[in-house]
């Protein structure tokens, strides 16, 4: 009797399947465990930098942490009562590792939102200004960045979404960065978005933000003296 078409197929595709594989166990619908591989991955270069020593007394260093975004324009919008669970997610965190922040109520207090929003202009007399009215010898600045392109196919803006952080002395030096970045979406509340981004990608930011700050801040986290009245 001779063999059915499809038998007849079937032996012919696994006449191409090498040796070792059906040696292992050949299937067509293997799973697919890079995903697995990924999170695993993840999950130890999380591991690997909380590990890393601080020393006492940077931990007792107090950080502020302030939050803005970019708008379609280029300015850069940071009144930070509109940001509080952006906030949430990277201070409790960092208060968790440790370290000393500000709550959000005292930056608001003790800091004029012009001083805040020179951090954001790189304007480094008035962040130093900032940083002095409030005794931070360290500022962590996180960026909420958009690029909206438009998807013919779906006929809506495509928007991806980025946050950056950048964590430096009160003077202005680079102690440390960290980015996080979410696949294209279509809608236009970048702000949920991006505290959907923080909430899914901040163990990994705030594990490398803490590993360079313990390992770069050094000897140059002493605050800058106070203005003399």
Do not use: W
């Not at 942490?65 to 201070?91: C, F, K, M, W």
């Not at 979406?185 to 490398?208: C, F, N, P, R, S």
């Amino acid at each position: 009797m001779r063999p059915s078409p499809t038998v007849a197929l079937l032996a012919a595709a696994l006449a191409f399947v090498a040796p070792e594989a059906l040696a292992q166990g050949f299937s067509f619908s293997a799973p697919d465990d890079s995903s697995k591989r990924e999170a695993d991955a993840r999950e130890a270069r999380i591991a690997h930098d909380l590990s890393t020593p601080c020393r006492a007394d940077l931990r007792s260093k107090k950080i502020m942490v302030v939050i803005g975004e970019t708008q379609s324009n280029g300015y850069v919008t940071a009144q930070q009562a509109d940001y509080g669970p952006h906030y949430r997610l990277i201070n409790d965190r960092l208060r968790a590792l440790g370290l000393t922040t500000y709550t959000a109520e005292e930056i608001r207090r003790q800091v004029a939102q012009a001083e805040i929003d020179a951090h954001f202009r790189n304007d480094p007399d008035a962040a130093l200004s900032a940083s002095r009215r409030l005794g931070a010898s360290f500022v962590l600045r996180g960026l909420i960045a958009t690029r909206a392109m438009p998807n013919p196919m779906m006929r809506v803006n495509q928007v991806d979404v980025t946050m950056g952080f950048t964590l430096s002395s009160a003077s202005g030096k680079l102690i440390s960065t960290a980015e996080a970045r979410t696949a294209s979406y279509a809608g236009a509340d970048t702000a949920k978005m991006a505290l959907t981004l923080i909430d899914e990608q901040a163990d990994e930011v705030v594990a490398k933000l803490y590993a360079e700050y313990c390992r770069n801040a050094g000897f140059q986290s002493a605050a800058p003296p106070a203005k003399r009245k």
